[in-house]
C-alpha cells in the first residue's frame, strides 16, 4: 500500500462534489493507491469510495455441515468472489462471524477514498447519491441471487456473466468496422476459479461450459482474454440467438447432470444414506 503524494485522476461525475470530496480525502489522509490483487485493509463502519480502478470482492464462511459429524473435514476456507465495485461506486464491509469480507484491488492503480459515514454531513447532496448507489447495488444483488438460484450450472453461468457485463461491460468494435459495435465485454480479467467460486461450481466445469458457450457464439473473448457478450444486430437474429440459447441449454441438462458438482451432492452423503434407511424402516 502506497500514500499519493500527487493529485489522483477523476473520473467524470455530475456534480462538482466528487472533486470536493478528493481534495479533503488528500487534506486528511484518506486516500490511498492498491496494486493488482493487493488486499484493502477495510474495516466494518467505514464507507468507501472507488474513485479509479476496480475494487474485488469476496467472503468466506467458516462453516461447513460435515464439520460436526466428521472429524477429517478441511477447515481450510475458501474464498468466493462477489462482485466488482467500479470506479465512482461505494461500499462498506459488514462483519458477522462466521462470515468474514474482503476487498482486494482488481486492477492496478486502484485508487480508494474512505471515511466516517457522519463525515458525509458535509456534503448533503453527495448523501443522497451514496445512498441511491447502495439502493442500485441492492437491486443488483436480488438479480444475482436469482441467478444463482437456478439448478443448472450452464444456467447459473450464463447469467452470472449477462449480469457482469450488463452492468460494467463496455462496447468493443471490429477492425474493419470501427463505427459498428460487435459486442460489449468486461473491462478486467475474470479467472475460471473466480467463476467457479461465484457460481458454487469448479474451475474445470466453468473452462468446459465456456468452450461450449463460445461455439455457440453466445460469448467470445477478445484482447487479453476479456469475457465478451455479442451484441445483438436485428430483430431475427435475436430471436435466432435466443431459440439457439434455449436449444442448448437443454442440450446441456444431460452433460450438466455428470459435471463435476455432481460429486459433492448430498445425495452421496453417508449421513443421507443412513437417514434414508432409517425412514424407509
Sequence with gaps: MQSTSTPLETIDRPFITWQRI??????????????????IPARPGLLY?????????????????????????????????????????PFELVAQSPFTLQAY???DQTHV????????????????????AFRY???????????????????????????????????????????????????????????????????????????KLRSKGLINTEDDNLICLPAKSNP?????????VEAFLDDSLDDDSLDDDSLDDDSLDDDSLEDSLEESA
Design 236 to 244: 431475427q437474429k435475436t430471436k435466432n440467438q435466443k431459440q439457439d
Design 137 to 211: 447495488q441492492h437491486q443488483r444483488k436480488l438479480l444475482w441471487l436469482s441467478t444463482l438460484g437456478q439448478r443448472r450450472t450452464i444456467d447459473r453461468l450464463l447469467g452470472f456473466l449477462t449480469l457482469l457485463i450488463e452492468e460494467f461491460g463496455e462496447p468493443y468494435v471490429g477492425e474493419g468496422e470501427p463505427d459498428v459495435v460487435r459486442g460489449y465485454r468486461l473491462p478486467w480479467t475474470l479467472t475460471h476459479a473466480q467463476i467457479g467460486s461465484a457460481i458454487g461450481s469448479t474451475r474445470v466445469t466453468v473452462t468446459r461450459l465456456m468452450g
Design 49 to 89: 469510495l472507488v474513485q479509479k480502478g476496480s475494487v474485488r470482492l469476496v467472503g468466506s464462511a467458516q462453516v461447513s455441515a460435515a464439520g460436526a459429524k466428521s472429524k477429517s473435514a478441511d477447515k481450510t476456507t475458501e474464498e468466493a468472489f462477489l462482485g466488482f465495485v467500479g470506479a465512482g461506486q
Design 105 to 107: 484491488a482488481h486492477a
Design 113 to 132: 477514498v474512505w471515511m466516517y459515514w457522519h463525515d458525509l454531513d458535509n456534503w448533503p447532496h453527495f448523501r443522497r447519491e451514496i445512498l441511491d
Design 22 to 39: 478528493i481534495d479533503w480525502a488528500q487534506e486528511h489522509y484518506r486516500c490511498r493507491t492498491f496494486s493488482k490483487d493487493e488486499r
